[in-house]
Structure formats: structure tokens, C-alpha cells
């Protein structure tokens, strides 16, 4: 409980030096979400220096923004939406087609705490390889929802809040590419797979 406390402590101390434009702290601040934020944009597609000039952007109004964040929402949340809105809003800008490209989680192999046999860890990598394939071949706002709720492991109103849809409407995305995807693997996969939520 004393760590809790000191903890939120903690968190509502560098907020409070993030708002008052304290340097430090933002660097730190960007070196913990840097990699949320590029991960957001190559999942909607963008090539690495486009994704880093969003990056920028995404900073920046973050700089510029971080005095009216209530906490209503995870910080990470706040920023990923903001990320969102800035590589979308550069896609159409560019008038680009959307693709989301899917790269394996190499985190969810390694948290196991055992290693794994190597058949056993390829046979992993390469079903986690198929199962993202498919889902980029999903309509562009139901990728974006699977890999906000199943890689990302944000909640549905975080969801609602990054892409700025009611919560049905992610429920919606979520339940169609859940059977558009269990449609598309099972012929790699049989009886096997399991997509639901």
C-alpha cells in the first residue's frame, strides 16, 4: 500500500514538472513513449522517416498540450491518440493508401519465464507471423482496433478515445475482424484457432 502511495506520489510529481515545461522531464517522458508513439505509426503504415516526423509532431503538441491533460486517461492512452490523429491526418494529407503493417511480439515469447524448445519457438513465431498477416489484410479501423486491444492491451475506452469512435463502434470493429479473421485462418489452422474475446 506505502508503495502505491509513494508511487502515485512519484507519477503526480513528474506530471506536475511535465506541465510546467520542465526539460528534463519531457526528455524523459519522450524516452519512455518514443517507442508508443513509432509504433503507432508504422501500425498505420507510415514509412520510418514519415513516422518520425509525426513522432516530432506528436511530441510537439504533446509539449504544447500537456498543461490541459486532466487524467482523465492513462498518459499513454492521451498519447496515442495523439499520435493517431497526427499519422492519419498525415496519411490524408499525402493521400496515401492505408496499411498496417504487423511485425511479431517478441515480448509475449519472452515473458514466459522458461525457455522454449526451438521447434516450439519457431512454430510460435511463425503462427504469430500468419495470425498478423491476416490481420493486416483486415479493413484499416478494424486492424487498428485488434492491435490496440490484443497487442497494445488497451482497454475499450481507451480504444474509443484514441480513435474517436463510441465504444459500440469498437466493439463493432472488434466482433466483425474476430470472424473475418477466424474465416481467414482456418484453413491454416482447422478447429484450432481461437479469435474471440
Not at 2 to 10: I, L, M, N, S
Not at 18 to 26: I, N, P, V, W
Amino acid at each position: 500500500m506505502v508503495d502505491k502511495v509513494w508511487e502515485q506520489q512519484q507519477k503526480d510529481n513528474w506530471l506536475r514538472l511535465l506541465r510546467s515545461g520542465d526539460h528534463g522531464a519531457f526528455a524523459q517522458f519522450i524516452d519512455k513513449y518514443k517507442e508508443t508513439v513509432f509504433l503507432c505509426c508504422r501500425r498505420l503504415g507510415l514509412r520510418e522517416d514519415e513516422a518520425e516526423d509525426v513522432a516530432s509532431e506528436t511530441f510537439l503538441a504533446a509539449y504544447k498540450g500537456i498543461s490541459r491533460y486532466r487524467g482523465r486517461a492513462e498518459l499513454s492512452t492521451w498519447l496515442w491518440s495523439i499520435a493517431y490523429r497526427r499519422a492519419v491526418s498525415y496519411l490524408r494529407k499525402n493521400r496515401r493508401q492505408w496499411q498496417l503493417e504487423a511485425e511479431p511480439d517478441e515480448s509475449r515469447q519472452a515473458g514466459s519465464g522458461k525457455e522454449q524448445e526451438p521447434a516450439a519457438a519457431i512454430q510460435g513465431k511463425e503462427t504469430e507471423k500468419i495470425v498478423w498477416e491476416a490481420v493486416e489484410r483486415l479493413p484499416r479501423l478494424w486492424a487498428m482496433a485488434i492491435i490496440l486491444y490484443y497487442r497494445e492491451e488497451k482497454s475499450i475506452i481507451d480504444i474509443a478515445k484514441i480513435m474517436q469512435a463510441k465504444e459500440n463502434t469498437i466493439k463493432t470493429y472488434l466482433f466483425r475482424a474476430r470472424q473475418r479473421l477466424k474465416k481467414a485462418l482456418a484453413p491454416a489452422f482447422g478447429d484450432d484457432i481461437n479469435v474471440s474475446g
